[in-house]
T-cell receptor, first 108, second 113 residues
């Protein structure tokens, strides 16, 4: 099956800093989503982005499908950005495969 | 909209007991997914439904697990009998169609003693 690798596994930032999270996948996909799991465990969908670039406030994402990777950019990080960021992909029409996540900690 | 609703939020039970987790998807969504999250295995898809029909249950760990979706607004995940290794957070998610954006419920934290 398709493999999903996220990097880095852990990241510590000072408030206000920028960061880039990466997601590599082993096969072509027709569905790629980024999620944020906050410290209380809630999973929030950030982007549905099988290809191209999207922006939502301080967050943006780019997927280069031909090269099998996606990037999540966080600018001017805030303490509320802390948590785990997951990339999930699907190439079988509905079966999302999740990466192991990047755990982000933003210090005040 | 209230989002995806799951109950109970926490469940503590003893080994051998039956456990039933419940999910109400977002109104109008046609696809429903059950996931399990553990430290060791991360987030895994157990089963998903489209238009109330189970499409892929290959992630269901064993026959002790079963899931139903009797109508568009309700689904259950049952474990019988439960074992300590079933302890995990179980999430339900829904989407308009199978390959669309998925919206997760708050999860049920299950502890089997």
């Amino acid at each position: 099956g398709i493999q999903v690798e996220q990097s880095p596994p852990d990241l510590i930032l000072q408030e206000g800093a920028n960061s880039t999270l990466r997601c590599n996948f082993s096969d072509s996909v027709n569905n790629l989503q980024w999620f944020h799991q906050n410290p209380w465990g809630q999973l929030i969908n950030l982007f549905y982005i099988p290809s191209g670039t999207k922006q939502n406030g301080r967050l943006s994402a780019t997927t280069v499908a031909t090269e099998r990777y996606s990037l999540l950019y966080i600018s001017s990080s805030q303490t509320t950005d802390s948590g785990v960021y997951f990339c999930a992909v699907d190439n079988q029409g509905g079966k999302l495969i999740f990466g192991q996540g990047t755990e982000l900690s933003v210090k005040p | 909209d209230a989002g995806v609703i799951q109950s109970p939020r926490h469940e503590v039970t003893e080994m051998g007991q039956e456990v039933t987790l419940r999910c109400k998807p977002i109104s109008g969504h046609n696809s429903l997914f059950w996931y399990r999250q553990t430290m060791m295995r991360g987030l895994e898809l157990l089963i998903y439904f489209n238009n109330n029909v189970p499409i892929d249950d290959s992630g269901m760990p064993e026959d002790r697990f079963s899931a139903k979706m009797p109508n568009a607004s309700f689904s259950t995940l049952k474990i019988q009998p439960s074992e300590p290794r079933d302890s995990a957070v179980y999430f339900c998610a829904s989407s308009f169609n199978v390959a669309d954006t998925q919206y997760f419920g708050p999860g049920t934290r299950l502890t089997v003693l």
